[in-house]
């Protein structure tokens, strides 16, 4: 479904007081607030090398949103209220942004929004800069500034200008606090003249004319962008950022889906479309909204800029470039003139794991996820309650049976809901007669026990008869899970798993507070079963099409695992859920505590 054309909207959070109150700050006790406007005041050569402690600064007063705003070389000293006024998009402006950005990833709490309103391209077709307020989805409650006075002290005056510049530029809170950082630049000298030496050069033009940093960036009046942009994160906001900038009027922003999504590391974690571009969508309208946004799904690796006549040029990544180039043949083929690209440098992650990418990237991001609690646990009053259950489930070939032995290594009592199956099957179990007279006495062997793989075939592909077995079978495991949990509380067993591949299909969630489950791609799968079991590909697919898929499961579960790395990753992975979990544990039995 295609997302409607949007300009911004008059809108905003709603302001609440923070804790506590914004008092007038001084150098002592500091308020923490949830969303502040950074203005930056030093010229951008001198100040790159000073970014990262006034971020720092930033980031201690500031816990969810700072918009940062780019006036380089403004007095907040002088007689005269200062004003708004347009900085010139250099690349050196390009190349700033990108590494206030890549600053920035160290505080990742912090959801960091350059805002672009006053950076103008050298154009004739520009409008003039905005005269009325901005408005921002999450209104400032403290104004920061680089500036600095003499005496290094908080002066009234300055701080008075300071507000009224803010609010002058930007819907802010009603009693918006102020602060001028004075950031711990350490012992090195800090220089106070422009570096000779220039940022390094992260945006890179499709022309042979080798470009300078004081050359002033070309303005467009449409273009396009692309990407999956979930979560959306730093490396997405310099690639968006540089596009804003470049457009003048209109940006088409192609959002992966579907098909696209396929080859993704972990789908099963992906942001829904409509939630990926809520997220992009707000911070699109708040860094720069004078520009016609048109958020569209992209399903194929050309989209719109593949088609598009009105559109001049196209910002990809490093490793998007030969996409791009692949864009401009096929403009050629079909008679369009071939697009301006532009590259971005990808952004370093400086603490990624070893089995993570080396860059800033959604994938990382999901890998992390993995052992985290992603949604509340159940309430379930009418468990024992010294116990607390873990339902652990995953397609076949995932690997959870491997887990649930990390899990009771760790101190876990595990049930294993197919060891009560054919506990129930047995001559004498519960199920035995049952299922003896639903299906004939020709699923027997000679000896009197049910053969599995007869009363298997007889079902496999037959919803009708499948139906009976399990009306059968489900409710007997579930009673027979329960005898076992009693018997984990006789032990002193205060962690329970059930390790169950229909977990969920048979409602079994109603036994556990938390669902576990165990994610691979299905490719992966396939490999594994047919290794395993001696099947053939086409017997490995059948059967995992007849399961829910990993994506069906991730919906309902609580806490996601992959055995998709080296064993001592997933090991890594089970013992961090298992930290979490005890830590979770004490607020779930405040009563037993």
Not at 289 to 317: N, R
Not at 372 to 380: H, I, K
Not at 384 to 394: E, F, H, K, N, R
Request: proline share 8%; net charge neutral.
């Amino acid at each position: 479904m295609r997302t409607p054309r949007f300009r911004a909207q008059p809108r905003g959070t709603v302001c609440q007081a923070p804790s506590p109150p914004p008092a007038p700050l001084g150098l002592g006790r500091m308020a923490v607030f949830r969303s502040g406007l950074l203005v930056l005041t030093t010229p951008l050569a001198t100040l790159a090398p000073r970014l990262a402690p006034i971020l720092t600064s930033a980031a201690r007063l500031v816990n969810d949103t700072l918009y940062v705003h780019l006036q380089p070389g403004m007095s907040l000293e002088g007689p005269a209220q200062p004003q708004s006024t347009p900085v010139q998009a250099t690349f050196e402006v390009l190349d700033f942004i990108t590494h206030l950005y890549a600053g920035a990833d160290v505080h990742r709490h912090l959801d960091v929004r350059i805002l672009l309103t006053n950076i103008r391209t050298k154009s004739t077709f520009l409008p003039p800069l905005p005269t009325s307020v901005q408005n921002l989805a999450h209104p400032p409650e403290v104004v920061l500034t680089d500036f600095q006075t003499l005496d290094g002290s908080q002066y009234n005056p300055v701080k008075q200008q300071l507000v009224r510049y803010a609010t002058s530029c930007y819907s802010c809170c009603p009693r918006l606090a102020s602060v001028l950082l004075y950031p711990d630049y350490g012992t090195g000298e800090v220089p106070v003249e422009p570096l000779d030496v220039p940022l390094p050069s992260t945006i890179r033009p499709a022309s042979p004319v080798a470009r300078s940093p004081k050359q002033p960036v070309r303005g467009y009046y449409r273009g396009a962008v692309g990407g999956t942009f979930d979560r959306l994160h730093n490396a997405h906001k310099v690639l968006l950022s540089v596009a804003c900038i470049l457009a003048q009027e209109q940006l088409v922003v192609g959002v992966a889906d579907k098909d696209l999504l396929k080859s993704k590391l972990l789908p099963e974690l992906l942001q829904p479309y409509t939630e990926r571009v809520e997220h992009l969508s707000e911070f699109l309208v708040d860094v720069k909204p004078s520009l016609t946004f048109d958020v569209i799904p992209l399903l194929d690796p050309y989209g719109p800029a593949g088609s598009d006549p009105s559109l001049e040029f196209l910002v990809v990544s490093e490793e998007t470039y030969r996409g791009g180039m692949a864009v401009n043949r096929f403009r050629l083929e079909n008679d369009l003139e071939e697009l301006a690209l532009y590259q971005i440098q990808l952004l370093k992650d400086l603490r990624h794991m070893e089995n993570e990418e080396d860059k800033v990237s959604s994938s990382s991001f999901r890998q992390r996820m993995l052992g985290n609690l992603l949604r509340p646990p159940y309430e379930r009053p009418e468990l024992p309650p010294s116990l607390y259950v873990i339902g652990l489930t995953g397609i076949s070939g995932s690997g959870k049976s491997s887990i649930a032995q990390q899990l009771k290594g760790l101190g876990a009592f595990i049930i294993n809901s197919d060891h009560l199956g054919h506990r129930a099957y047995a001559p004498g179990g519960p199920a035995y007669q049952p299922v003896v007279e639903a299906f004939g006495t020709d699923i027997l062997h000679k000896d009197g026990i049910i053969n599995r793989k007869v009363l298997g075939s007889r079902v496999f592909g037959n919803k009708k008869q499948l139906k009976i077995l399990t009306d059968i079978m489900w409710p007997i495991i579930a009673k027979l899970a329960r005898e076992e949990m009693d018997r984990a509380v006789t032990e002193g067993k205060h962690v329970c798993v059930i390790d169950a591949a229909v977990l969920l299909e048979a409602g079994w969630q109603n036994l556990v507070h938390e669902v576990w489950t165990v994610v691979i791609p299905e490719t992966e799968a396939v490999r594994r079963i047919v290794e395993r079991d001696g099947l053939s590909d086409a017997a490995a697919q059948s059967r995992l099409q007849s399961q829910m898929n990993g994506q069906q499961l991730v919906e309902q579960s609580h806490v996601v695992l992959s055995t998709l790395w080296e064993p001592h990753i997933t090991q890594r992975q089970v013992e961090k859920a298992w930290a979490l979990l005890q830590k979770r544990l004490p607020k779930t039995h405040q009563a037993l505590n």
